[in-house]
């Protein structure tokens, strides 16, 4: 399946409104989530005895990849910073302008990873690795690996994947396509109506596909 008409993962400033377009998307990422459990002695017994403490927020990781001189159509690579990565880097930095609730002191942005209305994730960006590994003839970087974690601000019941938040449509479903799989037929599993394929078609930018590759993920919209 081509790859060209994928939306874009951003990442968006929520207290601000500004907008960050990933120039490629991840290849994968990485949902963690730890709980604490406190251990008291108890004399006499093979074991402790465990009582649950609390949950820790869940993390995202990724790794992003911007790149200036295999996109540069006149052949003068930009500094990557200054194109990409330090938006990104923006992010981590204390706003004046935003106050803390407890200091009453600036804070750095909440912000919302979004890939397309698939799902979200509302956090704050706990640490950011970069590395460059292109340079031009005077030393300026113009390909660099974002090493990004994210860590959970909103406490929701479900795991992040499976609870699209408002800045997606919400609800939707996904399928795994396997051999034989068409639209129509998906169409028909989901809905009960093999007419409505455009549905699918149209969430998941595939206008006039007939061959769906097996192993690709579909988004189900709501009816």
Excluded at 40 to 58: E, L
Excluded at 126 to 143: A, C, E, M, N
Aim: aromatic residues 10%; charged residues 25%.
């Amino acid at each position: 399946m081509s790859t060209s008409g994928l939306v874009k993962a951003v990442i968006m400033n929520v207290d601000e409104g500004d907008r960050v377009e990933c120039l490629f998307n991840p290849k994968e990422y990485t949902f963690a989530k730890q709980n604490t459990w406190e251990k008291k002695k108890v004399t006499g017994a093979n074991m402790p005895q465990v009582t649950f403490s609390g949950g820790q927020p869940t993390t995202l990781q990724m790794e992003l990849f911007f790149d200036t001189y295999a996109v540069a159509s006149d052949g003068q690579a930009k500094d990557v910073r200054k194109e990409y990565t330090d938006k990104i880097w923006k992010l981590m930095m204390v706003n004046d302008k935003l106050k803390d609730k407890k200091n009453k002191k600036g804070r750095p942005p909440t912000v919302r990873f979004q890939w397309g209305s698939a799902w979200s994730f509302d956090a704050v960006i706990s640490s950011i690795s970069q590395k460059f590994t292109l340079f031009s003839h005077d030393g300026t970087p113009v390909r660099a690996t974002l090493t990004i974690a994210f860590e959970q601000v909103k406490d929701d019941a479900k795991l992040p994947w499976q609870n699209p938040t408002s800045g997606g449509i919400g609800g939707e479903r996904f399928w795994t396509v396997v051999d034989g799989d068409t639209l129509q037929w998906i169409s028909y599993k989901e809905y009960g109506d093999a007419t409505r394929w455009r549905l699918i078609a149209d969430a998941n930018n595939l206008p006039g596909v007939r061959h769906l590759e097996p192993g690709t993920t579909l988004i189900i919209p709501n009816a």
